[in-house]
């Protein structure tokens, strides 16, 4: 792989905005585990169609308190400077003379798109020079070295793409741009992003694709400007893509007077951009070094990042505090996390965590502290959620304030804009992913190590179950790994798990534990029933969810479904092992063929899961995949049941009915857990007696190839 790339598992996440049967583009990356091959642009942009499909507006982006606020005075001396000054306006501009920086001309249309290029970005760089004549030079502006230069070329880098991607035109802070040099989607010059195309749907779906990289590289950013334009008809958009989704401008026409000053009151806009912070930039970050409580701390590793324009976004570090004589630049700004009770000071080495959740959602920070010393679950020791009073970073209120719907296609649905907030926490222990295959320092656990994890995580579930909480979202990304074992004698689950395990099974010291409560539900408070609104990682979503939500219908999602979940981590983990150490040559293998699955966004594609899993070849870890391939096969026909009944009772508002199908649901998912831990520890003593991986893949010789 080369070093400009970013390579990450084509892992579709179904986030809690999508009621619709469509998953969003999100993959996700287990920080350094090769996944699945790059995907071409055209599904890219198909993928992230999807991520918008609700979620596309109409917004005053100028209008005050917007990202590109305009002072309508200024805009007034840009034009007035334009006209008397560069002899630029709509009816100048549409001459058929040749285009010049000096003389900016756009005649009725081009019918080649290149062909638009330079006179387009001639005529950007006209009112961006006006402009810069009449903003008052004292006031702050970030963007105040803007220009745009003519691009038409393979980007520098890739992010999960199998070629890299060709902007049309790029705005960047600096003055010339060398005809072959190619520019990183992480150069720091990097403002403003230009797609020339002949319809507006094509144009979102391209300039996505760059949003998405733009915004994935680099996570000190939280939104994206571009502009679109149809050459064909000298119509303009300003979009910004952020985690709510993308705001545009109306349609705007060069050929007309209002939308050629509408044009130049939204560079003007982006000119006026007083700071980083403005811009969407992170100030509590400067590279690898987060300043958090008034302490630097540099990332050691990442651990876990969700590659998606809108959503969570979530990114997960393993961070150490920075020492006096670590030569860092210290950010401009410290975030200040509550420390819960009990919690005096920040750890030194910890992990951190940031996600964008929407509103009114309980925050994994308050769910957490609730849990904390009990084994398989992390500690918090410190949360911060962005609000509104907060500036511009970790809010998307400002993007979507006064929107109105875009209906980009017949397939677009109409609903309320979700307003996102930033939260980030800290967590403690210094975790790793559960797989780490790139990092020689981590490495990847024995087999033992490996499932022992899994289980201790599906303990920890069972702990949250018990307090009252319920995950929704299991996945590789979301169980760390503990390089030593560790002491957690609170354990909840003990006195129901003992008579199972036997006095022998230790259950408190921990190796691993479940992260991540963004999906998570207080199931007590909100009675169960079935639903449109979907939470997982599609790859380990239960078979019986994705098989509801394939056929559209309302799921009722359980702690069962989360635990087959847990054996479609494990069997992910065992094949992306497999890839990778052992000799698998023929394609139709069972394990390529999971491989393939895992990776597919096509719910009939993850569907095939099942039945390529009864042909599992592996001995070593059979018997257990079997055993927990059975418990989930009866429990989709009990879940089922439940569901319909519930819905029966719900119709006929018929309470009695219902609380006698919690009930029912509950003891189900209790025993449901005894039955996966049990069988987990009864196959972990055999496979203990593997060793490592070499004897694990020698003993099954050419199984693998089957």
Not at 95 to 108: H, I, M, V, Y
Not at 325 to 353: A, C, F, H, I
Request: hydrophobic share 35%; net charge neutral.
């Amino acid at each position: 792989m080369s070093s400009n790339s970013i390579a990450v598992d084509t892992q579709g996440t179904v986030s809690e905005h999508q009621s619709s049967p469509r998953f969003s583009s999100a993959t996700s990356s287990p920080a350094g585990l090769g996944g699945s091959d790059p995907i071409v642009q055209s599904e890219m942009m198909a993928r992230i169609l999807h991520e918008f499909s609700d979620a596309t507006f109409f917004v005053d982006l100028t209008a005050e308190g917007a990202p590109l606020q305009a002072d309508s005075s200024k805009v007034r001396q840009v034009l007035n400077r334009l006209r008397d000054h560069d002899n630029i306006t709509h009816t100048t501009l549409l001459g058929n003379n040749l285009s010049t920086e000096d003389a900016p001309r756009l005649p009725k249309g081009f019918t080649v798109e290149r062909y638009s290029y330079a006179p387009l970005t001639h005529f950007l760089n006209a009112i961006v020079h006006a402009a810069k004549e009449c903003l008052t030079p004292w006031t702050p502006r970030h963007l105040s070295n803007l220009r745009f230069h003519p691009y038409d070329k393979d980007m520098l880098d890739t992010i999960d793409s199998k070629k890299p991607l060709k902007p049309d035109i790029l705005g960047l802070l600096r003055s010339s741009l060398p005809p072959q040099e190619k520019i990183s989607w992480n150069d720091r010059d990097l403002a403003v992003i230009v797609e020339v195309k002949n319809e507006p749907l094509k144009l979102v779906k391209q300039l996505s694709t760059y949003a998405r990289c733009f915004l994935s590289i680099d996570r000190r950013r939280s939104f994206s400007i571009t502009i679109a334009f149809d050459q064909r008809t000298s119509k303009m958009h300003f979009i910004v893509f952020h985690r709510s989704g993308l705001s545009s401008s109306h349609e705007l026409s060069l050929r007309s007077e209002a939308g050629f000053q509408s044009i130049v009151k939204h560079i003007v806009g982006i000119l006026s951009i007083p700071d980083e912070e403005a811009f969407g930039l992170d100030r509590t970050r400067s590279g690898d070094v987060h300043r958090i409580n008034n302490r630097n701390y540099e990332i050691v590793r990442p651990i876990h990042t969700r590659v998606c324009v809108r959503g969570r976004a979530t990114a997960v570090y393993g961070i150490r505090a920075c020492t006096p004589d670590t030569r860092v630049t210290t950010p401009t700004r410290s975030r200040q996390l509550t420390l819960p009770d009990g919690v005096t000071e920040l750890p030194e080495n910890m992990v951190y965590k940031f996600s964008y959740q929407t509103e009114g959602h309980s925050t994994e920070g308050d769910l957490l502290s609730g849990s904390l010393g009990q084994f398989g679950i992390v500690d918090i020791v410190g949360s911060y959620t962005c609000t509104l009073e907060d500036a511009s970073f970790g809010s998307t209120v400002h993007h979507i304030r006064n929107s109105t719907f875009w209906r980009l296609s017949d397939q677009f649905v109409e609903r309320p804009p979700d307003n996102r907030f930033l939260h980030c926490i800290a967590m403690a222990f210094e975790g790793l992913p559960l797989l780490y295959t790139s990092d020689t320092e981590a490495g990847i656990p024995s087999p033992a190590e490996l499932l022992e994890s899994i289980l201790h995580a599906m303990i920890g579930h069972y702990n949250l179950y018990l307090g009252g909480v319920l995950h929704r979202d299991v996945s590789n990304g979301n169980i760390l790994r503990l390089r030593e074992p560790i002491e957690r004698p609170h354990n909840r689950s003990t006195s129901l798990l003992r008579p199972a395990l036997g006095e022998d099974v230790n259950l408190s010291s921990c190796r691993g534990l479940l992260a991540d409560l963004d999906h998570a539900i207080e199931w007590r408070k909100v009675p169960p029933t079935a639903s449109r609104d979907r939470s997982g990682t599609l790859p380990f979503v239960s078979l019986r969810l994705v098989n509801t939500w394939a056929a559209n219908r309302p799921a009722l999602h359980t702690a069962a479904d989360d635990l087959e979940s847990f054996m479609w981590v494990l069997v992910w983990s065992l094949v992306h092992i497999f890839k990778k150490f052992a000799t698998i040559t023929v394609d139709s293998a069972t394990i390529n063929r999971l491989a393939r699955a895992f990776s597919s966004f096509d719910t009939g594609t993850v569907l095939t899961k099942e039945v390529i899993l009864r042909l599992w070849p592996d001995k070593v870890f059979s018997g257990l995949i079997r055993e927990w391939r059975t418990i989930s096969n009866d429990s989709y026909e009990f879940l089922m049941q439940v569901e319909r009944a519930l819905s029966a009772a719900e119709s006929r508002n018929d309470m009695d009915s219902q609380k006698w199908e919690w009930d029912r649901l509950e003891k189900y998912c209790g025993e449901t857990y005894i039955k996966f831990i049990r069988a987990g520890y009864v196959h972990l003593e055999n496979i203990r007696g593997c060793g490592d991986w070499e004897t694990v893949i020698a003993e099954n010789g050419k199984l693998l190839n089957e």
